[in-house]
């Protein structure tokens, strides 16, 4: 979706489009395979991930319009973006809707894959990327993900537990399983996309823009999960922070948002 038009631009300046693309509009990519802002065709999205191919379609939109001059057209790449008020968001689309976020501090053992290695990046430092892109009329890709990224290990950590290394195919197995007898809303695509997006070199938004993000990885894990611990959200209907009750009632009567059939 575009997230910018000719307004962006103070005048006399060209007119301008940027649009909010990601790590995951490319294809699965081989274990800590780094993607540069350069790299706009590369493997296509795996046929298993619509939201990767949405985001691939979109910037192959904004690659006609740039061709056809006039326009000064902006993708922004980001990794994972982090923050404390998608806390409830995330438990609404991620977890079993009689799971109160609370649980998660009590998780002594996290079940995951050892190689998971995910580019993330906090809300605020992509808030900062996108001022300095539309102050600077900057035009093109840029990545935007902290360094180095987040692994496993990390995960556990912040949640204070122990990681158990379970491999992915039987992760994606048992979310498939549950996903199907309508126990959590978790599309099994989502879990074998995490193994297989790309890390990001950010050495153009550095560069160009002056970029640096503010938050460390291990920082924006923390703010996260401390959002999903107390449901946290937002005035905004797409975070508004997450109850077990709504959540319940919701999916007795819609189900479950990664099984709701569309009207």
Not at 120 to 143: C, K, M, P, Y
Not at 146 to 163: D, F, K, M, N
Request: proline share 10%; with cysteine; glycine share 8%.
């Amino acid at each position: 979706m575009s997230e910018g038009s000719a307004r962006s631009w103070p005048r006399p300046a060209p007119p301008g489009s940027a649009t909010s693309s990601s790590c995951r509009r490319w294809g699965p990519t081989p274990p800590a395979h780094t993607a540069s802002a350069s790299t706009s065709r590369g493997p296509r999205p795996a046929p298993w991930t619509s939201y990767g191919r949405d985001k691939a379609a979109a910037e192959r939109l904004l690659d006609a319009a740039r061709a056809g001059g006039g326009l000064v057209v902006t993708s922004v790449r980001p990794g994972l973006v982090l923050q404390r008020a998608a806390g409830g968001a995330l438990l609404r689309y991620g977890a079993p809707p009689w799971l109160p976020g609370a649980a998660l501090r009590l998780a002594a053992v996290l079940p995951l894959d050892r190689r998971l290695t995910v580019p993330v990046v906090h809300s605020d430092d992509v808030a900062d990327a996108l001022v300095r892109i539309v102050e600077q009329r900057a035009g093109g890709a840029f990545n935007l993900a902290t360094e180095p990224p987040v692994t496993s290990e990390l995960i556990a950590s912040v949640l204070g537990a122990r990681r158990l290394h379970v491999p992915s195919p039987i992760l994606s197995r048992l979310a498939r399983a549950t996903w199907r007898a309508r126990l959590q809303p978790l599309d099994p695509g989502w879990v074998r996309l995490a193994f297989a997006v790309p890390l990001l070199d950010t050495s153009r938004a550095r560069t160009v823009l002056g970029w640096r993000p503010r938050h460390s990885a291990r920082e924006a894990v923390a703010d996260v999960v401390a959002g999903l611990t107390r449901q946290e959200g937002t005035a905004s209907p797409a975070l508004r922070p997450r109850t077990v009750r709504e959540d319940v009632v919701r999916a007795v009567t819609a189900g479950l948002p990664g099984n709701r059939r569309r009207t």
